[in-house]
């Protein structure tokens, strides 16, 4: 059944983010030869990660001339076969690493910036809620006292 909805799916007409030339995206993304270059790439990678369990991923660009940014997207997505640890930089600080965006330390930094900016979001709308709340007592107070005005005949 998946099949088929494939199959009858109408393509979208698009740029290729990579080439920017016109085509019919049908769910890929990029265009067919983009695509098979990519493909292409992937394989290459992979061979080179066989063939080379512990490189780097400087290595991997500078052995097999593929794009760093694309190299890291594929390390990044743990797209390898290869059973070895391939370091890459980290995102921040440029440390090697083996899995994710970030190193140990640089991770913890974003956590601890994530709690801060939560805590301040968190201050920010109890100050308003405290604002919200006297103007509104404000505004009783101040009608109380013009009703006792109009009763008085003031």
Not at 24 to 30: A, K, L, N, S, Y
Not at 103 to 108: L, N
Not at 112 to 119: G, L, P, S, V
């Amino acid at each position: 059944m998946n099949m088929l909805k494939t199959q009858n799916r109408k393509g979208v007409l698009r740029n290729c983010p990579i080439c920017e030339k016109l085509f019919t995206d049908t769910g890929i993304g990029v265009c067919q030869k983009c695509y098979d270059k990519m493909r292409d790439y992937e394989n290459q990678i992979n061979d080179f990660v066989k063939e080379h369990p512990h490189c780097t991923v400087k290595d991997i660009v500078r052995q097999t001339k593929i794009p760093l940014k694309f190299a890291t997207n594929m390390i990044n997505k743990g797209q390898f076969i290869a059973g070895g640890k391939i370091t890459y930089p980290c995102s921040r600080c440029g440390k090697a690493i083996t899995s994710g965006l970030y190193c140990g330390s640089c991770m913890a930094l974003v956590h601890e910036a994530t709690a801060n900016a939560k805590r301040l979001e968190l201050e920010r709308k109890a100050k308003e809620e405290q604002e919200r709340i006297k103007k509104k007592y404000a505004e009783k107070k101040s009608s109380g006292m013009n009703i006792l005005k109009i009763l008085r005949g003031k």
